[in-house]
Nanobody
């Protein structure tokens, strides 16, 4: 079984920063895409950012462009989300997502709360 272990969430004031990490427990499969989703209460889960293995192509939600940066360490099967200039609207549970050829895996979620 593949487990995705997330860390880095917490409470931060507006304008602050957090870095989320997500590590896959095994590497005997090909990971094509790693990304981050978030879901606030009463709202639909949305894609925040994603990164592919080849070409270092990245995608960001318009709401986080210029503030968030996704990166990955393929050797460690780890994806990161650096979040700067955080806003209260960023408050949500953030979920790591990993896609292989046939499967999709989700992390347990980590709470990010931006509040003064």
């Amino acid at each position: 079984q593949v487990q995705l272990v997330e860390s880095g969430g917490g409470l931060v004031q507006p304008g602050g920063s957090l870095r989320l990490s997500c590590a896959a427990s095994r590497s005997d499969f090909t990971i094509y895409v790693m990304g981050w989703y978030r879901q606030a209460p009463g709202k639909q889960r949305e894609l925040v950012a994603s990164i592919v293995t080849s070409g270092e192509n990245t995608n960001y939600a318009d709401s986080v462009k210029g503030r968030f940066t996704i990166s990955r360490d393929n050797a460690k099967n780890t994806v990161y989300l650096q979040m700067n200039s955080l806003k209260p609207e960023d408050t949500a549970v953030y979920y790591c997502n990993v896609k292989s050829l046939f499967s999709t895996f989700w992390g347990q979620g980590t709470q990010v709360t931006v509040s003064s």
